[in-house]
């Protein structure tokens, strides 16, 4: 078996929308599962029409990679959930799968029949995964969530990430729907492995807002502990660890530093700076005397990384120890000499033939980088996956003049 199919075998049945739930699927598709997306019979994923909107620039390579980023792999079907003959292909498709997974709210959920109850009522031993805005529980349980609203904002990342700023920073598009997909794939795993071993199905739940929780817990436990909103924020020039911070280049870049030891990197560190000079300087000579004298050695670092460009630093400080990294931009990221070494971008193509590079989910089998096949169109597998579900051809078509199937 190939090393990046290590769910080879498992079949999902998707029915959700947008980035945060499907991006789930399409982590569990490079895992080697067999994922069956359900789009609505008319349209499809209202995330397809974010590109005639405008919202979404195609570029000259007419891509809609908003589409591409959590579809890819997957057979599309186009169903009207809103008919008896549309539920009943969802529920004939749901006894041959694994995992049931749905961004779709309860009250939704129940108006088209595709609630836990719906879903366990065909197959008792489904996975049934949930994807929310503020969780299964409470007064929010049933109101409408995206990335910006439940993760960004009511989350606390704007309110952290902009500290101190005159103006709240936006946030980048599904910065926490992908998160939140990687988190949901990590679910289902530990739920599949729970159904091999005693044969029970689980009901798994992932919420923007509890992720949102989970990436600020030191905020969230330094907010008990003090009573304020966060971890102590110090501006760059009274850093308590000068090697902790960012530095401007003469060319207008800047070099991250995060040696959080910096006793154990101090005299390494100023010597690939130019300022072993320093070393040795009654002001920064012991721990208490850096704490002290911080804000002079802070400025002193700012001025000899203002003396040499991006290009000169990359030299000097190729050679040290402890942790130190460019601030670099997407465009660069890309051509990051440890991202192609290790395929976290992968050339691929969509499903029209146009060639385009995408970034694969982090998590790597056996040293294998993943190389994903493109997003499906809107129901491009319908009738290949009815049938091989075990519906008839003559049964396929009273579906389609029916309108429950596109």
Partial sequence: ?????????????????????????????????????????????????????????????????????????????????????????????????????????????????????????VNPAIVYVRGSGHGPKGPDSDKPGYDGVSYWARGGIAAMLTEGA???????????DLLGGMTIAGGVAAALYKKATTGEGSVVDVSLLGLAAWNLSPDVAVGQIHGGTSIPNYSHADAPNPLVGTYRTKDGRYVQLMMLQLDKFFAEALGAI?????????????????????RALIA???????????????????????????????????????????GYVAQTTTMAGIDYALPTNPVQFDEQP?????????????????????????SIEKYKESGAIL
């Fill in 166 to 176: 005159d103006e709240l920073v936006r946030s980048r598009p599904a910065f926490g």
């Fill in 300 to 342: 002193l670092l700012d001025q000899a990384f203002a003396e040499r460009t991006l290009a000169e630093w990359r030299t000097a400080l190729a050679g040290l120890s402890g942790a130190w990294g460019i601030v670099q931009t997407p465009g660069e990221l890309y051509s990051d000499p440890a991202v192609v070494a290790n």
């Fill in 1 to 121: 078996m190939s090393p990046d199919k290590v769910l080879k075998g498992v079949r999902v049945l998707e029915v959700a929308a947008w980035t945060f739930v499907p991006s789930a699927g399409a982590v569990l598709a490079e895992w080697g599962a067999e994922v069956i997306k359900v789009e609505p019979r008319a349209g499809g994923d209202p995330q397809r029409g974010l590109v005639t909107m405008g919202i979404v620039d195609e570029g000259g390579g007419a891509v809609n990679y908003m589409i591409e980023i959590p579809n890819r792999g997957k057979k599309s079907i186009g169903v009207d959930l809103s008919t008896p003959g549309g539920r009943e292909v969802v529920h004939e498709l749901a006894k041959t799968c694994d995992v049931f997974l749905t961004s779709y709210l309860p009250e939704r959920r129940k108006k088209l029949g595709i609630d836990i109850d719906d879903i366990r009522a």
């Fill in 274 to 294: 130019g300022l072993a000079d320093l070393v040795n300087d009654p002001r920064f000579a012991d721990p208490a005397a850096r704490y002290e004298n911080r």
């Fill in 370 to 394: 993943v190389v994903p096949p493109g997003a499906p169109e809107h129901g491009q597998h319908t009738e290949e996956v009815l049938m091989d579900a075990g519906m008839t051809w003559e």
